[in-house]
């Protein structure tokens, strides 16, 4: 017995580690769980779509020309770029309303959201300033002066991946160069020449940037030796993501109508031949998405589609129609129900934490009580218990029965 009980205490703390483990934000691809799709650009401003049902459900009116998105961790919240109004917004995905907006000079195309310090980074090629954002506020932060026109803007988690560093460095595509700032305090950290003229970047989980250029190529640049190589070149590559599953990368290619998949590079090893394999396609692809768990990929259509890949068959499973001119798609959680403002979603989380620590606790005190209660008793028992050997006595004849007559 004493086995089981045991057995039932190391289970139920392992499940209270786990339930504050899995309240930690965890980095995920670009595209995000597969729940829904926004379409930056589709008919309207920003086309919903489910992929349950596999086609536009809703349209968040946007003007301004939405040209980039990006989506809060738990898809409450989502952030646009606009470039004809020189802004960006927050808009409550749940509703579609409007939460605030912050202004953003030289048209922003470029967006990207940083959630360990609830920053957005907005740029574009129209100006050589990048304006750090409140994620939560949309009141500007800092700004950030780099050395030219922006062309892809990127953030790593370094702090596992770099030995000697901490936090997170944002990653900048001037003309000739890639420029790396802490993301906090905007110090520029290094610069890494690339005359080629980086373009769009993408940072999975570990030792990589990979980086499009201007002259048709793609290239890999090692986070920690900043050592450039080059992968491959032929095409006009796009906004790219990448399979968590896999660590490979998946990059739009609109002069050959395909999509690229890239093997992983990794720190130290032999540079792959790529690309591992191509998907191809009828139009010229935009942008690309892949749900974190590594089964679809999202395509936006420059004709006003989306294309849904199976991606382990490697194969199209559905053509969606949104209309417009699809610039950028990304996947994420169906919005929750409540906590449509920050305020609100800010109390909503507090209540949450307090009420998962409650559950903790709860769930390491409970076990214990019942446990000593458990010994207790067991130990009363076996007091109780004659000892091995000697014969029971009647107690009530003992204490009853007169003395023997000696006479």
């Known amino acids: 017995m004493y086995r089981y009980t045991y057995r039932f205490l190391i289970t139920v703390i392992l499940l209270a580690i786990a339930s504050v483990a899995f309240n930690t934000p965890a980095a995920h691809a670009d595209g995000g769980a597969p729940n829904l799709a926004y379409v930056a650009g589709a008919a309207g401003g920003v086309g ?28 409450r919240f989502l ?5 004809q109004l020189n802004k960006v917004s927050i808009i409550a995905a749940k509703t579609g309303e409007q939460v605030c907006s912050a202004p953003v000079p030289g048209a922003p195309t470029l967006l990207v959201f940083d959630p360990n310090v609830k920053s957005l980074y907005a740029g574009g090629p129209n100006s050589s300033t990048i304006t750090v954002i409140d994620a939560e506020k949309c009141t500007i932060k800092r700004k950030i002066e780099t050395a030219g026109p922006v062309y892809g803007l990127a953030y790593a988690a370094v702090g596992s991946a770099v030995s000697g560093k901490s ?3 944002l990653w900048v595509s001037n003309e000739k160069s890639l420029s790396v700032y802490d993301d ?12 080629q003229g980086p373009r769009y970047l993408s940072i999975p989980p570990g030792f990589t940037v990979y980086a499009t250029t201007s002259t048709n190529s793609i290239v890999a640049v090692d986070l920690a030796t900043h050592k450039v190589s080059p992968l491959l070149s032929g095409g006009t590559y796009g906004p790219m993501d990448f399979d968590e599953t896999t660590g490979e990368v998946y990059v739009p290619d609109s002069a050959n109508n395909q999509l690229v998949v890239l093997n992983p590079v990794n720190a130290g090893f032999t540079i792959p031949k790529e690309p591992n394999h191509v998907l191809k396609l009828n139009v ?3 942008s690309i998405a892949i749900t974190n768990d590594g089964q679809l990929g999202f395509v936006a259509l420059s004709n006003g589609n989306v294309a849904m890949y199976d991606i382990p068959g490697r194969q199209l499973a559905a053509t969606i ?7 950028f798609i990304i996947t994420g959680l169906y919005p929750p129900n409540f906590g449509t403002t920050p305020a609100q979603a800010s109390l909503f989380d507090k209540l949450g934490n307090i009420l998962g620590y409650v559950i ?19 130990s009363g028992a076996t007091t109780k ?20 007559d000696e006479r």
């Not at 952030?79 to 470039?83: D, F, G, K, W």
């Not at 110090?187 to 890494?192: D, E, G, P």
């Not at 004849?397 to 003395?403: H, I, K, Q, T, V």
């Open 48 to 75: 919903v779509i489910d992929v349950a049902q596999q086609k536009v459900t809703n349209t968040i009116k946007v003007a301004g020309d939405p040209h980039m998105v990006a989506l809060s961790q738990d898809g």
């Open 79 to 83: 952030y646009v770029t606009q470039p």
């Open 167 to 169: 936090g997170e460095q």
């Open 184 to 195: 906090v305090s905007g110090q520029k950290l290094t610069n890494v020449s690339l005359p």
């Open 284 to 286: 010229a692809p935009r």
């Open 321 to 327: 129609p949104t209309g417009g001119t699809p610039q």
């Open 360 to 378: 903790v606790i709860i769930l390491l005190i409970v076990p214990f009580i019942l446990f000593r209660r458990y010994t207790k008793v067991r």
């Open 385 to 404: 218990q004659p000892v091995e050997g000697q014969p029971e006595q009647n107690h009530e004849e003992s204490s009853l029965a007169p003395p023997p």
